[in-house]
Nanobody, 119 residues
Framework: QVQLVESGGGLVQPGGSLRLSCAASGTFSSINTMAWYRQAPEKQREFVADLTSGGGTNYADSVKGRFTISRDNAKEMGYLQMNSLKPEDTAVYYC?????????????WGQGTQVTVSS
């Protein structure tokens, strides 16, 4: 099985910063794409950013220039650096990883971490 555990969420004032972490554990060959999604109250889950094993990145327009996705393959960790946070960034943030195990690629999700941007 594969587990993803997010951490680093919390309450921050507008304009502040947070760094989310995603720790992967379990039995797998490799992690292909790592991504972050978020879900605000009464809204659908939305894409935030992703990072391929080759280093390619994609960002939602709403976070471009403010958020940076990164990963440490040796530690099997993913990160989301969030700067210049806005109240509309308030959501539960989820880590997602496409993991290779037993010759197949499967998608896994973490349990989420709450980010609240408020004065």
């Amino acid at each position: 099985q594969v587990q993803l555990v997010e951490s680093g969420g919390g309450l921050v004032q507008p304009g502040g910063s947070l760094r989310l972490s995603c720790a992967a554990s379990g039995t797998f060959s490799s992690i292909n794409t790592m991504a972050w999604y978020r879900q605000a109250p009464e809204k659908q889950r939305e894409f935030v950013a992703d990072l391929t094993s080759g280093g390619g990145t994609n960002y939602a327009d709403s976070v471009k220039g403010r958020f940076t996705i990164s990963r440490d393959n040796a530690k099997e960790m993913g990160y989301l650096q969030m700067n210049s946070l806005k109240p509309e960034d308030t959501a539960v943030y989820y880590c997602n990883a496409h993991v290779a195990r037993w010759g197949q690629i499967a998608s896994y999700w973490g349990q989420g971490t709450q980010v609240t941007v408020s004065s």
